[in-house]
Structures are given as C-alpha cells and as structure tokens.
C-alpha cells in the first residue's frame, strides 16, 4: 500500500527562481490537499483539489503560487519568484470521497529553502 | 472561523509517566476533531479523530482522546510514555459543514521523554 508520494524531498533555490513540487496522492483517492508548514507552526491550508477542479484556495496562495492536477491524478505546486519567505516544508495530502470527517493521508514534504 | 489551541510548546515526561497533551477549539459549528502526531523530517500520521458518536476515542500506539462540548477540549493522553513518543503532536479541526476537510492546526507539542 504506497502512500502520499512527493518530489523533491529538498530543493534549494536562490531568490528569484521558479520551483516545482510533484505529488502522487494514493490511488483512488479523488481529493487532493497542499498545506504549507513553516518551523515552530503547524500546517496551514493552501488548497484543495476534488477530482481535477481546484474548488478552494487560501488567501495564503498568492499570485506567486499555481496548482493544478490535471486529469485527477497528480498535482503539481508552482512557485515563481521564489523569496526567503516562501522557505518551508509543502505538504500534500489526499483522502478518499466522502465527508469531511473522512482521514487525510499526508505526504513526507518537500523541503523549500530559499537562498 | 474555527481555531485551535494548544496549551504548551513543550511537554517533557519520564518514561512509563503519564501524557497529557491539551487542545481546545473554536468552532461556530460541531466539529470534527483530529490528532496528528508527526516524526522529524516526516509528514503527519493519524493517532485518532472525533466525528460523532462516542467522545472517549481510542487511537494507535495507546493514544486515546476524549471530547468534552462544554469545555471546547479534545485532550491527548496515554497512560505510561514510552521513548519512541518523543514527537510533535498537532491537534486539528474540521468544518464539518463542507462535503470535504480543511484543517485548521494548532502550532503543536512537542512530545520530550526520558529515561
């Protein structure tokens, strides 16, 4: 049973650079989440995917940032002009349909550091 | 909105000692309530959630949370620490009024045992 899959693990970046996170959900899992987590917090809510349709995004997500999940299966997170304050862990996660008291299954993270 | 506290950054106990982790909410709806608890350098795993039925849930690892409406608490304990405890744990909650989840977290405990 694989779990949530996300690539890189760690990327560091100068300021100024584009970066693109990969996330495999768990098969047959339809919705599809992006938290972000900066040290000494907990994850904060960046959007949700079900199916292929982005159907919310936190004011957290600036123009800076684009997700997508084309064809409902694995999303990518966009960061364009990266700055240092974008330095923190993305984590994806997914869960199966149903409501919302249903498990989210999280990713190991992908570490952004920007220099 | 919705909101969780969680009283202490850090909680330090001696193996075999009793662990008691707080978290109180906000919420203008019932909500769904969660623990998470989460390794260095690792995503987050589900120790236990509330959603209705009975308050006294039962998680992995010996975990167990009870739900309390009046005091807005949903407290971690576990009856005799072991080593391998030694985490961060992030209590969440759910708007349960959408047909998907979006935690909102607490900033975290971080879980300290001895020998």
């Known amino acids: 049973d694989t779990g949530v899959s996300q690539d890189p693990r760690h990327k560091i970046t100068k300021r100024g650079q584009n970066v693109t996170f990969r996330c495999d959900p768990i098969s047959e899992h339809n919705r599809l989440y992006w938290y972000r987590q900066t040290l000494g917090q907990g994850p904060e809510f960046l959007t949700y995917f079900q199916n292929e349709a982005q159907l919310e995004k936190s004011r957290l997500l600036s123009d800076r940032f684009s997700a997508e999940r084309p064809k409902g299966s694995f999303s990518t997170l966009e960061i364009q002009r990266t700055e240092q304050g974008d330095s923190a862990m993305y984590l994806c996660?997914?869960?199966?349909?149903?409501?919302?008291?249903?498990?989210?299954?999280f990713g190991e993270g992908s570490w952004l550091t920007v220099v | 909105a919705q909101s969780v506290t969680q009283l202490g950054s850090h909680v330090s106990v001696s193996e075999g000692a009793l662990v008691l982790l707080r978290c109180n909410y906000s919420?203008?709806?019932?909500?769904?309530l969660f623990w998470y608890v989460q390794y260095p350098n690792q995503g987050l795993q589900l120790l236990l959630k509330?959603?209705?039925?009975?308050?006294l849930v039962k998680g992995i690892n010996g975990f167990e949370a009870e739900f309390k409406k009046s005091e807005t608490s949903f407290h971690l304990t576990k009856p005799s620490a072991h080593m391998s405890d030694a985490a961060e744990y992030f209590c969440a909650v759910s708007d349960n009024r959408k047909g998907y989840s979006t935690l909102t977290f607490g900033k975290g405990t971080m879980l300290l045992v001895s020998p």
């Open positions: 509330y959603t209705t039925g009975a308050t």
């Open positions: 996660a997914s869960s199966p349909p149903g409501g919302a008291g249903n498990t989210i299954y």
């Open positions: 919420s203008s709806v019932p909500p769904y």
